[in-house]
Nanobody
Framework: QVQLVESGGGSVQPGGSLRLSCAAL????????IGWYRQRPGEQREWVAH???????SYSGSVKDRFFISKDGTHNTAFLQMTNLKPEDSAVYLC??????????WGQGTQVTVSS
């Protein structure tokens, strides 16, 4: 079983920055991907970014060049540095992993609020 421990998030003014982290704990033989989705009230979950085993990062068009994902492979931990935040970035951000032998796992989520 995999447990995802999330931290970071909070409230910030437009143009500000926040950093999220997600640690994947458990007996993980292989961490294929780790990243984030986000969900606004009444909307579907939206993919934000992920980083794969070899370190290659991918981003949705709405966050590209503003959000930056990195990982500490030794500790199965990923970080999402969010810059130039906009009100439309406000959402619950959920960590997501795909790993062997556990498959897909979701974190409980952390709230990000961007407001003046």
């Amino acid at each position: 079983q995999v447990q995802l421990v999330e931290s970071g998030g909070g409230s910030v003014q437009p143009g500000g920055s926040l950093r999220l982290s997600c640690a994947a704990l458990g007996n993980i033989e292989r961490l294929n991907t780790i990243g984030w989705y986000r969900q606004r009230p009444g909307e579907q979950r939206e993919w934000v970014a992920h980083i794969v085993e070899d370190g290659t990062a991918s981003y949705s068009g709405s966050v590209k060049d503003r959000f930056f994902i990195s990982k500490d492979g030794t500790h199965n931990t990923a970080f999402l540095q969010m810059t130039n935040l906009k009100p439309e970035d406000s959402a619950v951000y959920l960590c997501n992993t795909r790993s062997w032998p556990h498959g897909m796992t979701w974190g409980q989520g952390t709230q990000v609020t961007v407001s003046s």
